[in-house]
C-alpha cells in the first residue's frame, strides 16, 4: 500500500473512552488502525455498567482494534478512571510506553447520565461532568502539550499573564501532532434533563480557539468536533435510557431518515489526524447529517 491508503502508518494514537463496540471511541480506533497507526486505547467498563446498556467484553474491543491494525502496526491498552486528575499523567505514560511518542490523541470519554434539569441541578453533578469531561480532555491535552514542548526543547516560561505570548518553537514543516475533542449540540438547541453534561461540553467548545491558538506554539493541531445524534445504543428500545416515542416521530422526517452512526464521526477525526487535515486548526465541526439544521 501506498502512503495515500496508510497516512497514519508509523503514527500513534491515544484514544480515550474506548470500552464498547457501539461507541464512538471504538469506531475512531478502528478508523486510526485502518489509516495506518499504531492505537493505545483507554476505557472505564464501570461507568457503562451503570447505564441500560450495560458493559461491553473489553477481550472482544480490545480484539477488534487488533484485527484492524495494518501489518507491523502495534495497539496497546489501559483502564482509568479519568475522573481522577492522577490518573491523567499514567495514562500518558501508558499510552507513550507503547512507541515512544504520541502523535495524536482523540479525547471522547464521556460521563454521561445522572444528570437532571436545572431545578435539580447539584454542586456534585456538575463536578462529575466538569471532571470526566472537561477537565480530563483539559489536562490530557496540556500533559501532552508540556511532554512535547520538552521534548523539542523548549523551557517552561513559567505563568502567564493575560494576552501574553510564550513564542513559537516553530515554524513547522508539518503538525507536531493532533488533538481533538468532543462536544455536544448544546449550541444548535436545548438538551433538557441534560444540564451538567451540556454545561461541561460547552466549555470545549467555548475554550476550543483559545487552546488551539496556544497549542501551535508547539505545532500541535486542535480541533473540536460535535458528532450531532450518534446511536450507540442509547436510542435502541431495548437500552435506551429515555422515551423514544417522540424520537421514532421526528427521525422519518429528517434528511437521511436516520440519526449518525458512530464511523460517522470516526472519519472525519480520522482525515483531521492526517497531514491532508492539518490547514484545519481551532474549529469546532459539526457532523450530523443535516440534522442540526432542522
Request: aromatic share 6%; with cysteine; glycine share 12%.
Amino acid at each position: 500500500m501506498s502512503f495515500d491508503d496508510l497516512p497514519l502508518l508509523g503514527k500513534t494514537a491515544l484514544v480515550t473512552g474506548v470500552s464498547r463496540r457501539r461507541g464512538i471511541g471504538f469506531a475512531t480506533a478502528i478508523e486510526l488502525a485502518r489509516l495506518g497507526a499504531n492505537v493505545f486505547i483507554h476505557h472505564f467498563r464501570p461507568h457503562d455498567l451503570d447505564h441500560p446498556w450495560g458493559g461491553d467484553d473489553l477481550d472482544a474491543v480490545r480484539q477488534g482494534v487488533a484485527d484492524a491494525l495494518t501489518a507491523g502496526a502495534v495497539m496497546g491498552d489501559h483502564h482509568a478512571d479519568l475522573r481522577d486528575a492522577g490518573a491523567i499523567e499514567e495514562l500518558l505514560d501508558a499510552a507513550t510506553a507503547l512507541t515512544g511518542a504520541i502523535d495524536i490523541l482523540v479525547c471522547n470519554q464521556a460521563m454521561s447520565g445522572s444528570d437532571g434539569t436545572i431545578f435539580d441541578m447539584t454542586a456534585d453533578r456538575l463536578d462529575v461532568h466538569w471532571a470526566a469531561n472537561a477537565r480530563a480532555s483539559l489536562l490530557l491535552t496540556a500533559g501532552l502539550a508540556r511532554r512535547l514542548r520538552d521534548l523539542l526543547g523548549g523551557e517552561d516560561a513559567g505563568q502567564a499573564r493575560p494576552g501574553d505570548r510564550l513564542g513559537t518553537l516553530g515554524p513547522f514543516v508539518r503538525p507536531t501532532g493532533h488533538v481533538i475533542w468532543m462536544t455536544s449540540g448544546q449550541g444548535h438547541g436545548p438538551m433538557r434533563g441534560e444540564v451538567a453534561y451540556a454545561t461541561s461540553k460547552a466549555a470545549l467548545a467555548g475554550i476550543t480557539r483559545t487552546v488551539a491558538a496556544e497549542l501551535l506554539e508547539v505545532g500541535l493541531v486542535l480541533n473540536t468536533i460535535n458528532p450531532g445524534p450518534v446511536n450507540t445504543g442509547y436510542l435502541d428500545a431495548d437500552s435506551t435510557d429515555r422515551d423514544l416515542s417522540e424520537f421514532e416521530k421526528w427521525l422519518p422526517t429528517t434528511p437521511f431518515g436516520r440519526v449518525g452512526r458512530p464511523d460517522d464521526p470516526a472519519r472525519l477525526i480520522g482525515w483531521l489526524s492526517t497531514d491532508a487535515g492539518s490547514w484545519v486548526v481551532g474549529q469546532v465541526l459539526t457532523t450530523d447529517g443535516g440534522l442540526s439544521l432542522g
